[in-house]
């Protein structure tokens, strides 16, 4: 694991995008598993600028997004392929088709799993898997559990994660109870993951999840042992820590 110290959420972007950047320009035809919430947009936001600036391409990239809401199609503002689209996708010039999130709109929760582990399959493991974390230790929708979940699936999202989404809705009354999932087995098959965190209210579980034990309670922690880990976080989230000082 290498832990980069950032000043504040602006600079932990920045720092996020150069690293993407950097594998996006070694392979230009690079497979990119993307996130989605308020920790990647400031990440998005120069990506973007570094496309208009002609200093990326995305005419190649293939992408996999982590979760998608069950019962949300692509069109509704809260939906996680409208994120990406008005976030990241609209804005450059990627192939819509080469664009890949869970199908919201799917009740068969069997078949969607299905059908996106099979898109999976097909794209092969990322290259670069982009996450965040809950303030539970979840990556993705992996809540809190017994075991590790291996492949995609249907989650019953835990009451913290719904109070934590519902900021994006009007009412809480309107987050969806239910999610389609990236699997853990398929997260740590990524070459390299990048998790970026900001704010003090995220230092404790920067501290269960990679200076603890390696538990299913705390889903991120299984991080601990992917063989290239970098963790981009400011000093908020890093105080709990100590002094651990790295950077790019």
Do not use: W
């Amino acid at each position: 694991m290498r832990i980069i110290r950032t000043r504040d959420y602006e600079d932990m972007s920045r720092k996020a995008a150069n690293l993407i950047s950097a594998v996006m320009t070694m392979k230009p035809d690079c497979v990119l598993g993307l996130a989605t919430g308020s920790s990647p947009v400031g990440t998005y936001r120069n990506l973007i600028r570094r496309y208009e600036n002609g200093d990326l391409d995305f005419s190649q990239v293939t992408t996999v997004n982590l979760d998608e809401y069950k019962g949300l199609d692509g069109e509704n503002p809260q939906s996680y392929r409208y994120f990406m689209r008005e976030n990241l996708f609209s804005h450059v010039n990627i192939d819509p088709a080469r664009t890949f999130l869970p199908d919201g709109t799917e009740e068969d929760s069997e078949k969607a799993c299905g059908a996106y582990d099979e898109i999976l399959r097909r794209t092969g493991p990322a290259d670069l898997q982009l996450l965040g974390i809950g303030h539970d230790g979840h990556i993705g929708f992996n809540e809190p559990a017994d075991t590790f979940a291996k492949l995609t699936h249907c989650v019953d999202l835990a009451e913290m994660t719904i109070e934590a989404n519902a900021r994006f809705f009007s009412s809480r009354e309107e987050v969806p109870t239910q999610a389609y999932t990236m699997g853990i087995q398929t997260i740590m098959s990524a070459a390299k993951v990048l998790m970026i965190v900001s704010g003090a209210d995220k230092a404790e579980i920067i501290r269960k999840a990679f200076f603890g034990p390696v538990t299913p309670q705390v889903p991120a922690s299984i991080l601990q042992f992917h063989p290239d880990f970098v963790l981009i976080a400011d000093e908020a989230a890093l105080s709990e820590i100590g002094k651990i000082s790295v950077g790019v």
